[in-house]
C-alpha cells in the first residue's frame, strides 16, 4: 500500500471523528509530501472541505473549494459502472442520458423513501459546493452515480441476489449509511468497488471494506487484490499522531 494512501485512510478516519486539528494536520502534511500528486491532493482538499462542513465551518469549507477553482483544479465527474444481464452500464453523477432514466429516478425515489422511512437523515455536510435553486439534499444525494447504478439494478430484478458496482471517486459518508440500509431493506449484497476500498455491503446492514492496492482513475470492473484496511490507531502509531480518545455511541 503506498503512503499517500495511508494519509488518505487517516484523514477518513479523522474526518469520520470530525477532528478538524488532526484533519488539518495531516492534510499540511500531505502537502508537503506529496505536491506533485495532484490527483491525490485535490481528494484531500475535498475531504478536509468536508471536515469544516461537517463541524459547521462553511465558510472555510468554501474557502477550500474556491482555492481548488482558482487553482484550476477540476474535481472528477462521479462515474460508476455495473453489470445488468450481461451488458456494462455507465452513470454519471445526476445523468439523464440512458434510456430508462425516467424508470431509474422513479427507483431511486422510491428507495429513498424507504430509507427515510427506515430513519435515514441526509447528512448535508457532505455537500461543499452551493445547492441550485432546483435542487434538495436529498436530490444531490440521490444523484449520485452509485445511488444510480443501484437504482436501475432493481428495475427488471426486484429482488437481486448481489450488485457489484465500480466508482472512479470515493463513496461519500453519506451514500456508505445509506447503501448499508438499502442492503438490509432490500435484502442484497452490495459490492461497490470505489477509488480507495472495496465495500461489501450484506443484507444484515453492516459493511466490511479493504484498502484497495490498485489505481482505479481508469475504471475498471475487475476485482483486484487487496489486503485488510489499518485501523486509525496503526495509521496513527505509523504516523506518530496522536488522536484524542473518541466516545462511541
Not at 471494506?209 to 481508469?218: K, Y
Request: glycine share 4%; charged share 25%; net charge positive.
Amino acid at each position: 500500500m503506498s503512503k499517500v494512501n495511508f494519509y488518505m485512510a487517516l484523514l477518513s478516519g479523522a474526518r469520520n471523528a470530525k477532528n478538524i486539528n488532526l484533519s488539518q494536520k495531516v492534510f499540511d502534511r500531505m502537502k508537503n509530501l506529496f505536491a506533485d500528486l495532484k490527483h491525490s491532493m485535490i481528494s484531500a482538499s475535498i475531504l478536509l472541505a468536508n471536515v469544516y462542513a461537517s463541524s459547521g465551518d462553511i465558510e472555510q469549507a468554501s474557502n477550500i473549494t474556491i482555492q481548488l477553482h482558482k487553482s484550476g483544479a477540476k474535481k472528477k465527474v462521479g462515474l460508476s459502472l455495473t453489470e445488468i444481464d450481461g451488458i456494462i452500464m455507465q452513470f454519471r453523477a445526476h445523468d439523464q442520458s440512458h434510456p430508462r432514466s425516467s424508470e431509474i429516478y422513479a427507483e431511486g425515489e422510491r428507495i429513498s423513501k424507504e430509507l427515510i422511512e427506515h430513519g435515514h437523515g441526509y447528512d448535508a455536510s457532505w455537500i461543499v459546493r452551493p445547492m441550485e435553486n432546483d435542487e434538495t439534499i436529498e436530490s444531490i444525494f440521490c444523484g449520485h452515480s452509485e445511488r444510480l447504478a443501484i437504482a436501475a439494478n432493481f428495475i427488471d430484478n426486484r429482488k437481486p441476489s448481489r450488485i457489484h458496482i465500480t466508482k472512479n471517486l470515493r463513496v461519500c459518508g453519506d451514500c456508505h449509511r445509506a447503501t448499508k440500509l438499502i442492503a438490509a431493506i432490500r435484502q442484497c449484497e452490495i459490492i461497490v468497488r470505489d477509488a480507495n476500498r472495496i465495500h461489501h455491503f450484506s443484507p444484515n446492514g453492516q459493511c466490511s471494506s479493504v484498502l484497495q492496492q490498485v489505481d482505479t482513475s481508469n475504471i475498471s470492473t475487475s476485482i483486484d487484490s487487496t489486503r485488510r484496511c489499518p485501523s486509525i490507531n496503526e495509521l496513527l502509531k505509523f504516523e506518530q499522531l496522536k488522536l484524542p480518545r473518541i466516545r462511541r455511541s
